[in-house]
């Protein structure tokens, strides 16, 4: 497919780019199945985007049609009965139709404005029936229209994450201030602090860490690494937090995203990362499973 993109590839992208209304996908079945996907893989990345079936078009859905909108029709062959039946009347309506198919001298290549060729010569299926190749052609020739749209739009990750507010990916794409625990969920300890009480501190918040803080200023953290490391060096339960927090540990700001706090959490191999303002005081903690989406028991002190 990379390969046969060419000047008709170019000048359907800066139709799209160009159009002021939605980009409508339309084909019948298995095709029709993947232009569902386009029109939501477009409308996802910053290119408004809707399925229209053929059938449902030719009974009274064309109304669905707006002047500045474009069309994308695709067909395999270029003969779909029902495709072809409303392709001239949306063309009656001036709007301009993109046709993708392997036939470039099929009926539907003849009535469109740009022909996008797909050049599958034969089905993966072994009757050369079943559409396989062609589907995946099509999806591969989707994708790559709308991600070059995404890049010529400057569409953002901040503007993908407006459009995902839910779920794991959502979240991800969340604030950290959105996504941190704060308030009396903080673990905090000072740094005299006695080991024993810095113990209770990270079992009773169980986040598997405790932040060292000194006139609310980070100073370090004790993680379950650390209590180990220490309890080998025979230290005891009396010594004071901060001989055994590990110093300047990793920080994010709370307007960063959770992609970026968890790109920072496997890179230094930790799963938690004290969020801190500029004058590097503690507003909040975020936790790796925090970002993953999984569910804990949240502690609450009676």
């Not at 995902?164 to 959502?170: D, E, R, V």
């Not at 700001?253 to 930790?270: H, P, T």
């Not at 790796?288 to 804990?296: M, N």
Request: hydrophobic share 40%; charged share 25%; proline share 5%.
């Amino acid at each position: 497919m990379a390969q046969q993109l060419d000047e008709n590839f170019v000048k359907a992208v800066k139709l799209l780019l160009n159009t002021k209304g939605r980009v409508v996908l339309t084909g019948v079945g298995k095709s029709g199945l993947i232009c569902k996907k386009i029109a939501a893989t477009l409308s996802s990345t910053g290119t408004p985007s809707f399925f229209l079936h053929p059938t449902d078009a030719a009974h009274g859905d064309l109304g669905m049609l707006r002047g500045e909108d474009a069309v994308i029709a695709v067909s395999h062959s270029g003969e779909t009965p029902e495709l072809l039946s409303i392709v001239p009347l949306i063309k009656s309506f001036g709007i301009p139709v993109i046709a993708i198919t392997s036939s470039l001298d099929s009926t539907l290549a003849r009535l469109s404005d740009i022909v996008l060729n797909l050049g599958v010569k034969k089905e993966a299926c072994p009757y050369n029936l079943a559409p396989t190749t062609s589907t995946t052609a099509t999806l591969a020739l989707g994708d790559a229209i709308a991600i070059t749209l995404m890049k010529l739009k400057g569409f953002s990750s901040r503007d993908f994450a407006r459009l995902h507010p839910g779920g794991k990916l959502g979240i991800r794409l969340s604030k950290v201030k959105e996504i941190m625990r704060k308030g009396e969920e903080l673990p905090i300890v000072s740094p005299e602090t006695p080991l024993k009480d810095a113990i209770l501190e990270i079992s009773s918040k169980k986040l598997g860490a405790t932040l060292v803080v000194d006139k609310e200023k980070l100073v370090g953290i004790i993680t379950d690494g650390d209590l180990r490391r220490a309890f080998e060096r025979g230290v005891d339960f009396k010594t004071p937090a901060r001989e055994v927090m590990t110093k300047e540990p990793k920080v994010i700001d709370e307007e960063s995203f959770g992609e970026e706090a968890l790109e920072l959490m496997e890179l230094n191999k930790i799963t938690v990362l004290p969020v801190v303002d500029e004058r590097g005081k503690v507003v909040g903690i975020v936790h790796l499973h925090d970002i993953l989406g999984r569910k804990f028991e949240t502690f609450k002190k009676k």
